[in-house]
């Protein structure tokens, strides 16, 4: 009667203990699956931001600036959850920042603009090593996508803001 008491115990245990590591192991899955956000289209598209677009008359104005042209495109494949421009080599990107400033028309040379195209690049850089150190965070690298895009809608307001100042600049009084 003893051993059948012990034997039973034994088994009684074994399933306890059984259950037990299953459950911590479904557990530790699904808090590193909470922990982890995935850069996605869906999770970009979710931003709270306001998104200005250029005005007809600013996308003519811009027509020439090629890589105000190319830095467009790029904003939008990281709309689609496409960082392959963005996440590559530092050089390539210090490059193209550098053309960026250089290439920018004279008639936009004002400081707002200026001072947008300069938080364009830092968040650029900053997006950058977020997303080429392997130790940063899911959420920090979505919210470098996000400070990039809101750095972008920002030079475009501020470019449409200039043309309309432009604009009414040259309207006269008529007394």
């Given at each position: 009667?003893?051993?059948?008491?012990?034997?039973?115990?034994?088994?009684?245990?074994?399933?306890?203990?059984?259950?037990?590591?299953?459950?911590?192991e479904d557990?530790?899955?699904?808090?590193?699956?909470?922990?982890?956000?995935?850069?996605?289209?869906?999770?970009?598209?979710?931003?709270?931001?306001?998104?200005?677009?250029l005005s007809?008359?600013?996308?003519?104005?811009?027509?020439?600036?090629?890589?105000?042209?190319?830095?467009?495109?790029?904003?939008?494949?990281?709309?689609?959850?496409?960082?392959?421009?963005?996440?590559?080599?530092?050089?390539?990107?210090?490059?193209?920042?550098?053309?960026?400033?250089?290439?920018?028309?004279?008639?936009?040379?004002?400081?707002?603009?200026?001072?947008?195209?300069?938080?364009?690049?830092?968040?650029?850089?900053?997006?950058?090593?977020?997303?080429?150190?392997?130790?940063?965070?899911?959420?920090?690298?979505?919210?470098?996508?996000?400070?990039?895009?809101?750095?972008?809608?920002?030079?475009?307001?501020?470019?449409?803001?200039?043309?309309?100042?432009?604009?009414?600049?040259?309207?006269?009084?008529?007394?």
């Amino acid at each position: 009667m003893k051993i059948g008491l012990i034997l039973l115990s034994i088994c009684f245990l074994m399933l306890i203990s059984c259950g037990t590591d299953n459950a911590k192991e479904d557990k530790a899955e699904a808090e590193t699956t909470n922990q982890k956000t995935v850069i996605t289209a869906k999770a970009i598209e979710n931003f709270n931001y306001t998104d200005y677009v250029l005005s007809s008359g600013a996308e003519k104005a811009v027509a020439n600036w090629e890589k105000y042209q190319e830095l467009a495109i790029q904003i939008n494949y990281l709309k689609k959850a496409d960082l392959s421009f963005f996440n590559g080599d530092k050089d390539l990107l210090r490059t193209f920042i550098e053309e960026f400033k250089l290439a920018l028309p004279t008639n936009f040379k004002t400081n707002p603009i200026i001072s947008r195209m300069a938080i364009i690049e830092t968040s650029l850089y900053r997006l950058n090593e977020n997303l080429t150190l392997d130790n940063i965070d899911d959420n920090l690298k979505l919210e470098s996508v996000k400070e990039v895009l809101i750095a972008f809608s920002n030079l475009n307001y501020q470019i449409n803001k200039k043309l309309e100042r432009d604009k009414y600049n040259k309207i006269k009084a008529e007394y």
